[in-house]
């Protein structure tokens, strides 16, 4: 028997409140925990309807709002943080569908309100491109561009900006890193009162040691290639000879083999395409040349050659 589910779509604001470092708080004192606990949903209640706000969800550690306005949503986040309190919040607001119905609240506006929280400065607000388009003109909130970033499960990066009103923090470090390279983007507010953002990239130590490995296979590969068939080929039209009396005679050079020659040739070739490229999301490809290359797809490793994988393209490991 079919049942009726009562649930509806509805774009709505979505405003994300977070206790910071609420795992390490509860586990050095639960009393504390349950204590702001209690306070954080209470600050948020009394200030919900000044701001025609509705609470959606009770997630432990944080709370789940909407808003009909993003301008009412800001507002309300930055009094929320300007107001004295026990406890230290992260707040982050997108705006995006929703569904709705009595036991829950779903969508994907729902999701990137919760995964840009971490970009947040504690006791700061961070919002999503769709709230900084509404709010860009409104005299009394202020705001400030800090990047693009990528979002688990996400191909697109998103641009988020911070509050930057007076009395929301803005002071923050934003970590992006894996195995091969760190990346730090600061934000902070300097003597004059004006924001600045300031971004680092640190190799590990693993970085230039796959970059000289995959130089060294690329060499390798293009060494033999021009050693035995670029200099089989050229023989056979016989062009060696031309070649050779040209270094004897213009450049006096007359103590290397013409196979020798075209290997050294391959040899630099490949040192030059040779490497590993990083992209902004910091995925790395290990390259022979610009064709052909081990890259991650989708979590997947996979032999790219060309501008597309191969149909057959052999997956090495999953993580």
């Not at 009094?79 to 929703?98: A, F, H, P, T």
């Amino acid at each position: 028997m079919n049942k009726n589910i009562n649930c509806n779509t509805q774009l709505s604001v979505i405003l994300f409140s977070d206790i910071s470092d609420f795992t390490k708080l509860s586990s050095k004192s639960q009393s504390t925990a349950m204590k702001y606990l209690k306070e954080h949903e209470s600050d948020v209640k009394h200030l919900l309807s000044k701001y025609k706000g509705e609470l959606l969800k009770n997630l432990g550690d944080g709370l789940l709002l909407k808003f009909n306005s993003s301008r009412e949503s800001v507002l309300f986040a930055i009094e929320l943080q300007k107001k004295k309190k026990s406890y230290e919040i992260r707040i982050s607001i997108n705006q995006g569908d929703v569904i709705i119905n009595k036991n829950d609240v779903i969508g994907d506006g729902v999701n990137i309100a919760s995964r840009i929280n971490k970009f947040s400065p504690v006791g700061g607000i961070v919002v999503s491109s769709k709230i900084k388009d509404d709010i860009i003109t409104e005299r009394d909130i202020t705001l400030y561009r800090i990047g693009q970033y990528y979002l688990k499960g996400k191909n697109n990066p998103f641009e988020l900006s911070i509050i930057t009103n007076d009395g929301v923090n803005v002071n923050n470090k934003i970590i992006v890193s894996n195995f091969f390279i760190r990346k730090k983007v600061s934000t902070y507010l300097n003597n004059k009162g004006e924001i600045g953002i300031f971004e680092t990239r640190l190799p590990s130590i693993l970085l230039p040691i796959f970059v000289m490995l995959c130089k060294g296979l690329s060499m390798t590969v293009y060494y033999s290639f021009y050693y035995f068939v670029v200099a089989m080929f050229l023989k056979i039209i016989h062009v060696d000879n031309y070649i050779l009396k040209f270094l004897e005679q213009y450049l006096s050079i007359n103590s290397i083999s013409f196979d020798n020659l075209c290997g050294l040739v391959g040899l630099i070739k490949g040192m030059t395409l040779g490497g590993v490229d990083i992209n902004n999301r910091l995925n790395i490809t290990f390259k022979i040349n610009n064709y052909t290359r081990v890259r991650k797809y989708n979590n997947l490793w996979f032999w790219q050659v060309g501008t597309g994988f191969i149909n057959t393209g052999k997956r090495y490991f999953e993580n």
